[in-house]
């Protein structure tokens, strides 16, 4: 009876979320349930959203609000604690680490005194670009382009959002020195190109200002690649280095690692193992 209470509870929650464009996942400990919701872009608007992966700010004011009343908020290095309160757990996380989650989400999340974690691409980190994939977006969009990948050639002025998945499906699973390569040459190729401030990734000192809020930042990785499609060597380097970067630069660094992508074919038992070689204490 208790398990078809909460099964019931999670299914209405998940579609709630879900009409947010906000993933739900589900962390299970010692027989306790936390929520765990997944978070990207938080924006006044948007033109563009292929992945399902942006909300506007009203919208997640409304969720947060929702959130603060109905829910215990951990962050991911407290889940031993305050189990003994009624109400339900859930964890609020952001990957990839964009402006806008601290021009947007931060001043919402203080409003509701409610603490959540952040995952960032540690060589993203104060570039001023978008991470590549949503950069590849707005240029194949707003282009009409031509272009060769791996001997295949793709024609950008029609069927424009299938192509952009499929580029984008393609190119997660190469080197990050090709990709470059890559998208070098899309860049050199378009006339519109342009990108706002909140389409950047935060820098050092808005992550440690994040910090002082009580916000806590984990590791994305380094270049936002798909973790299964790497040779043992970038493999590596996304796991070790992406930790150093950020413990070298911000104090009291989250020690979960949060796959990029994250689906079933995003990575393996092989992966998990570096991530605990790494000294993790969790991944997503």
Known sequence: ????????????????????????????????????????????????????????????????????????????????????????????????????NYLYAMPILNKFNIKANFFVCSHYIGSNYPIWDEELIYILLNNDLRIKIEDKFYEFNNNKLFKVKEIINKLKKVNHLYRSEILNSIRSKAKNYSFQKEDSIMNWQNLSEMQ??????????????????????????????????????????????????????DFNQNIINKIKQAGYDKCL
């Open 1 to 100: 009876m208790i398990f078809m209470q909460f099964n019931d509870f999670y299914t209405k929650l998940k579609n709630y979320f879900t009409n947010f464009n906000v993933s739900l996942n589900l962390f299970i400990k010692n027989k306790k349930f936390i929520y765990v919701l997944l978070y990207h872009r938080i924006l006044p608007d948007y033109k563009y959203d292929i992945f399902g992966t942006k909300i506007t700010i009203s919208n997640f004011e409304k969720q947060i609000n929702f959130i603060s009343r109905n829910f215990e908020v951990l962050t991911l290095d407290n889940l031993d604690q305050n189990f003994e309160k009624n109400k339900p757990k859930i964890c609020i996380t952001f990957d990839d680490g964009y402006y806008d």
């Open 212 to 265: 002082s809020y009580g916000m806590k930042i984990g590791s994305h990785g380094c270049y936002h690649s798909s973790l299964q499609y790497l040779n043992e060597k970038d493999l590596n380097y996304e796991i070790f280095s992406s930790k150093e970067i950020l413990s070298n630069n911000l104090s009291n660094c989250l020690n979960v690692f949060s796959i990029p992508f994250g689906s079933q074919n």
